[in-house]
């Protein structure tokens, strides 16, 4: 029996980049070119590396859902946190206070206002783990593995790029229609993540500012 | 045709039929659960019922250990898909399972009479308001995706509720979607088997496909993994298996000696062989009457019947050392039958008692001895005399020192003092008398014990130990009950003097409660209107809750449920282990999770006043069982020391003899009760069991002792054939005493010092004018 599915649409590759951009430079540069170039030979290892290099241990963020349910998006605000080497954090503050922890295979939830702390193992959400082994392979240079997941490409040059991420296996399919990653040099500037029933979370990511 | 020849002809064909019927009809089972009594209250009925057949007893804990913990998830999840293919084991848990569509369907269809937090208020303007926000912010946070769908219709978020409440408590953390130890070293499953935890045979296939599965899985993987398993079934197969190959061991050492040391006596292979004629025909009678009798024969009673029957080698033994060159086999069996008549009614009286017991163990025991004894009894007196050829003499090998034995007669002053010494043991031994603690008579290694608790306790299993026993006259009585006791369970969980319990009611309300729970769903328009006002000003798409609206309405003419609308499902399986109806009385079973202090909870659940509620701890509970039946068979002992007593009053031609072939028994079961508990050993019922051999033993050495002889050399063969009955019987129980299974150890030290002490006491107490006849 099972219970608590938390789905984190976007959150998850969001960390998995931040963690991608911190594994050792070997592994990144063994990665062979992957996905589409940009038009200035920018490519998917070169953005990989320049995340690395522009990682901050926090960043704010202000998260806009989009839903058929809704009249109007809802908004929440707060912390991204990537504590090395392979903890992240997503802590909402506005207008509730939640966390949400990704470390290894466990996601710990853990909720002010509903009085629950939870962990859950991704072994049990398919979809997840999907997004978890692609990255994981991708961390090991694993290319095949990441192509055999996700249809990537790349576009812009790297003052301006678009990043899209389409996965492969029916189960991510199922929940993910498409993650699409925007940014400049090694700073992502905003995140949207599809779902196959058109509705549709953005993540927009602000710099210096810690609330 | 004589007698000689035809006699043991008919014989062989006989025993040949009876061998062939035996091989080919006997039923021989090795499931414990069919030795288990019925039981005389309604809680021990049902305590035993559960133990026969039962979920708690048909669970088989599986722990796999020694490798890192991605590894043993990946190993675990292999060995789960395995073992589902496996169609004897109805379920099997590693995590990995969820609910089915249909299940899921179900829950969704009838939340609104299941789910606990439906209350007249549920659907009031300002609870649905606070539902609506806190949907939304779901709506904001990841769990999005999950309550999509579902949030139109079930807005209150009734069938997430229902699944946490179920879930909370008792399942372990998991591991890359398996169960796992907290220190993650240990991946846990459990597996159900449709067979009885007892039905040992059916255990141990099972148990050793899931070795080979698992091996199987295990082939080129560099890693030594361990599987390690227990459960009752477990123990069931260890106990069994344990028992068998020491009995198999015991016994084949303890005939070998028995053999060698009747070869040394007789110096004859022909005699020794004779000397089986009857012990054969007994235990084959035996079978046979106890196969017709019971049905089947368990394994347990052909070991322990075998060893009981081994009394039965002393009439040959007798035989023999009467017969001299002057008289024939069958003129020698004359003279001493009325002797070994006595012995053989009298110890009969002895073995019935155990018949009348009640335990179906000790019944199939006394049945399989009795019929034994008397056939044995019956070849050695027509059978055997004739199988002696005319020719045949024995040779004189009986040793100088024999004749000596009638002078221990002049010792009978040391029979007071003995018997002061052993009252005085018997008082100021610190060892408590009876034995109270049925799992000390368990063979199972404490190691083995210890390792069930922490699978048990990492998997969030009930120890199976501590129950509250809920009672009704209906289902729906039942559930009413256990209903109300609910918040009572609750705050002994909060006062911390249980960890957890499970109840039927969690899962399934009663038919009164869940109607309790239709009257409060509003009327459409009421509906309606109460979710218009608790909308107002929220972001919500116009019109999106008319589902939500079509299934209250919905519910509210819905048929209640029961435990028949779960059946086949996960849920459903659930039920039936906490819901068991015997005899149309119906009865919940609470199973209770880290209890702290038995006592003080037993004294806090009678303080709730509640008739049909009880707490029963099963281990006390079984060693009540127990204890009653030890009790049985000590009544029963007394009754037939009676019944022995008159037979012996209207065989014997001296009203004295009576008391010199009883007062030995009476002397020699003293001393064996101190020393037993001189060397540390409360008495348990296989000891109780044991003390009706050693009154047969006791009946015919004392016998014997007292038999009227002819003349010295008779006299001597008397005593050689006692010395030699005696030596066979304390070398064949004092192998057995050697036993590390406490219940063969203690059937065997009590049979090795009774024959040595009968054998003592008989000797002093005899009469001495008896080779002056």
Redesign the interface.
Known sequence: ?????????W?LPLCLLLVAGHVAREAVEAMPALGDQGRDGWTVEQLVESLKEGREPSIPFE?A?Y??????P???RGVLRFLPPARLE?D?LE??R?R?VIEG??VTFESE?KGVKR??????YPAL?SFVEAFRASFTGDAAQLKQSYATTLEGNRRKWVLSLRPHDPAGKA?VDSILFSGSEGRIATITVR?P?G?R?VITLSRGHVP | MSPRRWIPALWLIILAGGLWFTATQLSVRSDLGDLLPEGSTTTQRLLLTQVRAGLSGRLILVALEGAPPDELARLSKLLGESLRGDGRLGFVGNGTQSWSKEEQALLFRSRYLLSRTMTADRFSESSLRAALNERLDDLRSPLAPMIKDSLPVDPTGEVLGMLQSWSGWDAPTKYRGVWMSADRARALLVAETRAAGFDADAQESIQRDIRATFQDLMKGNGIPVRLLMSGPGVFTVEIQRTIEAEAWRLSTAAAALVLCFLLLSYRSVTLVLLSLIPISSGIVAGMIAVNGWFGFVHGITLGFGITLLGVVDDYPIHLFSHMTAGGSAPVVMRTIWPTMRIGVLTTAIGFSSLLLSGYPALAQLGLLSLVGLLTAAFVTRWVLPACISQKFSPREVQPGWLPKVDQLAKGRTLVPVILVLATLALIWSDTPFWQQDLGSLSPLSDDKKQLDQRLRQELGAPDIRDLVIVEGTTAEDLLQRAESLMPKLEGLRTNGMLAGYDIVSRYLPSCRLQQERQRALPERAVLEKNLGSALEGLPYAPGLFAPFVAAVEAARSQRPLDRESFAGTMLGRKLESLMVVQQNHWVAIVPLRGVLDRRQLETAIAQWGEASASYVDLKEESNRLMTAYRDRTVQLLGWGTAAISIVLALGMPVLNLVWRVLAPIACSLVVVVAVLRGSGEPLSLFHVATFLLVIGLGLDYALFFNRVEGGEADRTRTIFGLVVCSATTILVFGVLAFSTIPVLHAIGMTAACGSLFCLFFAGVMARKDVHVA
């Open positions: 029996m099972t219970f608590g599915r938390i789905r984190t649409r959150f998260e859902t839903s058929s349910l809704l009249t109007e809802l908004i929440v997503k909402v207008p509730y939640e949400y295979d466990q206002r962990t859950i193992s991704l072994e049990d783990r929940i779902a029933d509705d979370s």
